[in-house]
T-cell receptor, first 113, second 110 residues
């Protein structure tokens, strides 16, 4: 039972490069989320998808785009990476939005040089 | 003021001891509260929800004090495996968003 799977686990980019972080869940959850976690700070929501076909901005959406490809998959794209986007990125899913427990992937450690 | 504040620690506690830490929040309209646990370089995992009447799960007890706007986590008979960072999380309103504290680091020593 894989739960939430993120790829890649590690990535180093140069400033200005683009990349897509992939996330898939096999729990038949409706809602999916992308967070970033920086040292000394709580997780911050980048984008979320309450259900298949919908996406909405979170607290820190600038510089990112997302796609809810189907119920299982939710990708995060950095169009032009900046050093400020160096972070650990977590994808999560839950049965519904809000108070429902969120299940996280292992995270992607992204460094922008 | 941050929406959710936690003492970053670390709390260094001998094995078998009882440890407690709090989390304060600024939005009195906050509706739901949780404690998540995060091991070093791993993903957060739900430890327990926090109910108004307080709740217990084995060695762990969570309390909510709405009047003073804080939640607490008590760990009894601490184990080495309890070493982790404990994240306080709340849902501020009926919307989707969870607000995450930066976490309290706990180190259990033999």
């Amino acid at each position: 039972n894989a739960g939430v799977t993120q790829t890649p686990k590690f990535q180093v980019l140069k400033t200005g490069q683009s990349m897509t972080l992939q996330c898939a869940q096999d729990m038949n959850h409706n809602s999916m989320y992308w967070y970033r976690q920086d040292p000394g700070m709580g997780l911050r929501l980048i984008y979320y998808s309450a259900s298949e076909g919908t996406t909405d901005k979170g607290e820190v959406p600038n510089g990112y785009n997302v796609s809810r490809l189907n119920k299982r998959e939710f990708s995060l794209r950095l169009e032009s990476a900046a050093p400020s986007q160096t972070s650990v990125y977590f994808c999560a899913s839950s049965d519904r939005t809000g108070r429902w427990p969120q299940h996280f992937g292992d995270g992607t450690r992204l460094s922008i040089l | 003021r941050k929406e959710v504040e936690q003492d970053p620690g670390p709390f260094n506690v001998p094995e078998g001891a009882t440890v407690a830490f709090n989390c304060t929040y600024s939005n009195s309209a906050s509706q739901s509260f949780f404690w998540y646990r995060q091991d070093c370089r791993k993903e957060p995992k739900l430890l327990m929800s926090v109910y108004s009447s307080g709740n217990e799960d084995g060695r762990f007890t969570a309390q909510l004090n709405r009047a003073s706007q804080y939640i607490s986590l008590l760990i009894r008979d601490s184990k080495l495996s309890d070493s982790a960072t404990y994240l306080c999380v709340l849902q501020a309103d009926s919307n989707y968003q969870l607000i995450w504290g930066a976490g309290t680091k706990l180190i259990i020593k033999p």
